[in-house]
């Protein structure tokens, strides 16, 4: 029992971030005041905070 609990709250714990980063996500694209460059960057840190690294990709 104890076991479906935790998997319930872990799942529901997800959604929440991705809820989260799909929004900040969405700001940043929508956010007139960034160049193409100062959105990546935005969504880049938004990853980074969320504990995803780019490796690589952000590398410029």
């Given at each position: 029992?104890y076991k479906?609990?935790?998997?319930k709250a872990?799942?529901?714990?997800?959604?929440?971030?991705?809820?989260?980063?799909?929004?900040?996500?969405?700001?940043?694209?929508?956010?007139?005041?960034?160049?193409?460059?100062?959105?990546?960057?935005?969504?880049?840190?938004?990853?980074?905070?969320?504990?995803?690294?780019?490796?690589?990709?952000?590398?410029?």
């Amino acid at each position: 029992m104890y076991k479906d609990e935790m998997k319930k709250a872990v799942n529901k714990l997800i959604k929440e971030m991705e809820q989260s980063m799909l929004e900040e996500i969405h700001k940043a694209v929508c956010d007139d005041g960034l160049d193409d460059f100062g959105c990546v960057e935005e969504i880049v840190g938004i990853f980074e905070k969320n504990g995803i690294s780019c490796n690589s990709r952000h590398d410029f």
